[in-house]
């Protein structure tokens, strides 16, 4: 029987490449720009794999890889709507997979839904001092719990990014701008430096994300952003979130995010004004 040999992918020159190749000398934005990629990694890992290919892409890395949002993304948000993913698992299989199939060594830790794959390329990359971590940190979350949500359907959507071609399964268009709704309605998260003072007090990604879908027409699926029975509702509530924006938080939140800082700083400063308008025009 002929001998199945195995392809290695090859991987850190590619890393090495995207940093040369940066647009932005902000070390945080060129961390990211390697996420980007090895988000296509994983990706094509989980949708080639039989246990892991029926998981939901949604969040904003899907936005950005799948309908060109345009900034960079930090986690992978998955949803498991037949609650059978064992995310110890997932996290044994990723790590076999990039010690076997790639140049590249990852070591991977479960938080309960959350996978934390580290990659030990910062100080090869010259991005990080020797004083600081030599780990790339990458987030993968699966989440089973979306019972809050059960009018929706799913999409299949092609990625053709880095010599990759993926088909990955998602959300309809509403209902991810309905998670992202509900991010900006529910969650409660802020930043604090190392004496423990506030920092960022808002993540300016939701609100430029939901400005993305504003004026790409879209509206979201109400039927999954409880408490709201009307749309009226809903824009009278979310005029009352976003009057309250912190224009430095959202600037601060997008510099890793986007690379032209004039563009960060001009939207910060006008993210409130703009976001009010779309809102009252376009739901």
Same mark, same amino acid.
């Given at each position: ?77 998955? *949803?498991?709507?037949?609650? %059978?993913? /064992?995310? @110890?698992? $997932?996290? #044994?299989? =990723? ?6 199939? &790639? ?52 999409? *299949?959507?092609?990625?053709? %990014?880095? /010599?990759? @071609?993926? $088909?990955? #399964?998602? =959300? ?6 309905? &998670? ?104």
């Amino acid at each position: 029987m002929a001998k199945i040999t195995t392809i290695m992918e090859i991987i850190k020159p590619i890393l090495a490449s995207i940093i040369s190749e940066s647009p932005s000398r902000n070390n945080l934005f060129k961390r990211n720009l390697l996420k980007e990629y090895l988000q296509i990694v994983v990706l094509g890992f989980i949708y080639s794999h039989k246990d892991y290919s029926q998981l939901l892409f949604y969040g904003g890395s899907a936005l950005a890889l799948c309908f060109d949002l345009q900034r960079l993304s930090e986690d992978m948000d998955f *949803i498991d709507e037949t609650k %059978k993913i /064992n995310v @110890s698992k $997932l996290a #044994k299989d =990723l790590e076999e997979y990039f010690s076997k199939r &790639t140049d590249l060594q990852a070591k991977t830790t479960v938080q309960k839904f959350r996978v934390y794959l580290k990659f030990p390329i910062l100080h090869d990359l010259g991005i990080s001092t020797r004083e600081e971590t030599d780990d790339l940190f990458l987030k993968v979350e699966v989440f089973s719990e979306f019972d809050f949500c059960t009018k929706y359907s799913t999409d *299949i959507r092609p990625i053709f %990014k880095y /010599n990759r @071609s993926i $088909l990955i #399964k998602t =959300l309809d268009i509403s209902t991810l701008m309905a &998670t992202k709704v509900r991010a900006i309605l529910f969650r409660k998260w802020e930043k604090t430096d190392k004496q423990g003072n506030t920092t960022v007090k808002v993540k300016g990604r939701d609100y430029f994300d939901l400005l993305w879908y504003l004026q790409k027409g879209i509206t979201p699926n109400l039927s999954c952003i409880e408490g709201f029975e009307s749309m009226k509702e809903l824009k009278d509530k979310l005029l009352e979130i976003v009057a309250c924006i912190d224009s430095h938080s959202i600037q601060l939140d997008l510099d890793a995010l986007i690379a032209d800082p004039n563009f960060v700083n001009n939207i910060g400063k006008n993210m409130k004004a703009i976001l009010e308008r779309e809102i009252s025009e376009k739901l």
